[in-house]
């Protein structure tokens, strides 16, 4: 089977003097935001560097937005940071949990799917990068690679980022590789199944409340027509139908607001002070936006926001895991993947 696939095209076709290439193979390649190399200032301000340098991410002004990054928050923020970074890091394997996860979501699914496929892993910013993966894959022969961002719900700050950095990336190659963008996965029904096991499993007996919680972002880019918003409330419509849950007992809300602008609203800080100040005792927090925990998770929900409920009244604040490498959200993955390569790869092939 391997070598069915491998030699679509014949080396021997090629001029004797061409440089030596392999060619045929498939790629897969599983993106998230990113994460800094180490839990220090300095590997925090590289990244920071990084993300916040992003038009998509921050769309200001160069002219008044790149003096407030370099003469100020790369100064002050990432010692703060890296402090929070050290909080959750996964110190096994010395490094962020939002790798160490995405690591294995890649690697169940190249079980899943065998021998047909190369699946790889990269992080939008930070490391391993994209292009450094695409340029491993097509070491490894993949002419043909599907670019899957691990962001349930499409944003412009998120998926957008992804496909510009590997089409920059493209750019600099004189044989490109067929690329192909896997789409938001917001209310597949595979992933609304794996967020309810969650729940089920997850949510205590007792919550009075269940916040779904997910990443923010400015008004204005939903305003200028950005699908997040919307998505966001499709998987959180979905999954309360799924578990039974009232909008009133299962709120959405937004999180990690950052900057002087207005962002979409609720605050999940809000709620979970709303929560308490009514009197419930037990809440929990699930974060439907991420698919790997990470700081946002870990450390905003599992610390501070758990520290915030207990500071106005309340006396437990449960923070849901995200999905991982729960079997049956790998499963999920691997399904969605060989569905985006229909047509390059059969499934028999898989």
Not at 151 to 159: E, G, L, V
Not at 262 to 268: G, I, V, Y
Not at 311 to 321: C, D, Q, S, V, Y
């Amino acid at each position: 089977m391997d070598d069915q696939i491998d030699i679509s095209v014949k080396h021997d076709a090629l001029p004797a003097s061409h440089p030596p290439v392999r060619l045929g193979r498939v790629g897969v390649l599983l993106v998230n935001l990113g994460t800094p190399d180490k839990a220090d200032a300095a590997s925090v301000r590289r990244y920071l560097r990084e993300f916040l340098s992003d038009r998509r991410v921050v769309d200001y002004p160069r002219a008044f937005w790149l003096p407030v990054l370099y003469g100020v928050i790369l100064n002050t923020r990432p010692a703060k940071t890296a402090k929070l970074y050290q909080s959750i890091w996964h110190e096994p394997t010395d490094e962020s949990p939002l790798r160490y996860y995405t690591r294995g979501q890649a690697e169940g699914i190249a079980e899943i799917l065998g021998t047909g496929v190369t699946v790889d892993w990269a992080m939008r910013y930070g490391n391993p990068s994209i292009g450094s993966r695409i340029d491993a894959l097509k070491a490894e022969g993949c002419d043909r690679i599907l670019v899957v961002p691990l962001y349930p719900q499409y944003s412009a700050t998120t998926t957008a980022t992804v496909v510009d950095a590997a089409s920059a990336h493209l750019k600099t190659m004189a044989w490109q590789p067929a690329l192909r963008i896997a789409p938001a996965f917001h209310d597949a029904p595979g992933y609304i199944a794996g967020l309810e096991a969650s729940m089920r499993a997850h949510v205590p007996a007792d919550a009075e409340r269940v916040i779904l919680s997910f990443h923010g972002i400015p008004e204005r880019y939903f305003k200028a027509g950005d699908p997040y918003h919307c998505h966001c409330q499709k998987t959180a419509r979905l999954l309360r139908e799924r578990m039974g849950w009232s909008e009133q007992f299962a709120p959405l809300a937004f999180q990690s607001k950052f900057g002087p602008e207005k962002w979409l609203e609720p605050s999940t800080e809000s709620l979970v002070v709303k929560a308490a100040e009514e009197g419930l005792k037990s809440i929990a927090i699930a974060a439907p936006a991420f698919v790997s925990d990470c700081i946002e998770t870990l450390e905003e929900i599992g610390i501070q926001l758990r520290e915030t409920f207990e500071e106005h009244g309340g006396k437990h604040l449960t923070a849901i895991p995200c999905l991982n490498t729960d079997p049956q959200f790998v499963e999920f993955l691997a399904n969605f993947v060989q569905n985006e390569l229909g047509g390059w790869v059969e499934p028999s092939m898989a």
